[in-house]
């Protein structure tokens, strides 16, 4: 995840059948994405698991980063390259002491506060928003682009704007902020993917 180039961020649809979303995943991975997240819900851990490694090995194709939402114990089964923690979820600081040093620990961040502890504890990058409305999260808080900008102005890893982004809604002053962009539905419901994604890759530089 280093580097000075903006990252294009892909978190997998819970709601898309899996196969059909391991088909719309590898087309963006075919077309650049940089980060594949693996977020699911209502499924055993074993299913987890089991499709966890299927996405892993996909990724490994593309010498993709690949991510698991939540479940640091789904993580490390697959040996994915890191986890994605909510506010809800673990703490930080205990993921990294589980964890160690070599494994990426992205937080979801909605203010300054946030921010600070998130980085603190040890997070390698944090996800801010939710910058606007979106199919998968309906009631996520929203954030200003004001209050993105005082997250960025406080800490030092990479931020990674989140939350309803379109190809039409994405700023430039958006993009200024952050080091990269997380969509969901705009990437995998899309009829061309691949144009998707390169859109999106040359919009954020």
Not at 12 to 17: E, G, K, N, V
Not at 20 to 48: C, F, H, P, W
Not at 107 to 125: D, H, L, P, S, W
Not at 137 to 156: F, P, Y
Request: aromatic share 6%; with cysteine.
């Amino acid at each position: 995840m280093d580097g000075y180039s903006k990252k294009l961020y892909l978190i997998t649809d819970y709601l898309m059948p899996f196969d059909a979303m391991l088909i719309k995943t590898e087309q963006a991975l075919k077309a650049g994405v940089d980060i594949v997240q693996y977020r699911a819900k209502d499924k055993s851990t074993r299913q987890l698991v089991e499709e966890a490694k299927v996405l892993k090995a996909l990724c490994e194709v593309y010498a993709c980063t690949f991510i698991v939402n939540d479940r640091i114990d789904v993580a490390l089964a697959v040996e994915a390259h890191g986890v994605h923690l909510g506010q809800e979820d673990m703490m930080v600081k205990t993921a990294r002491s589980i964890c160690g040093n070599n494994f990426i620990i992205g937080a979801t961040t909605k203010n300054k506060e946030q921010a600070i502890v998130a980085q603190r504890e040890g997070a390698n990058y944090l996800g801010v928003g939710a910058l606007f409305p979106s199919k998968t999260k309906k009631n996520a808080v929203g954030i200003s682009l004001k209050q993105l900008e005082e997250i960025r102005d406080i800490v030092d890893i990479p931020i990674y704007g989140i939350g309803g982004i379109t190809l039409d809604n994405l700023s430039r002053e958006i993009i200024e902020v952050v080091d990269g962009i997380c969509t969901v539905s705009t990437i995998l419901d899309a009829e061309d993917v691949e144009a998707t994604v390169k859109s999106f890759k040359a919009s954020i530089g």
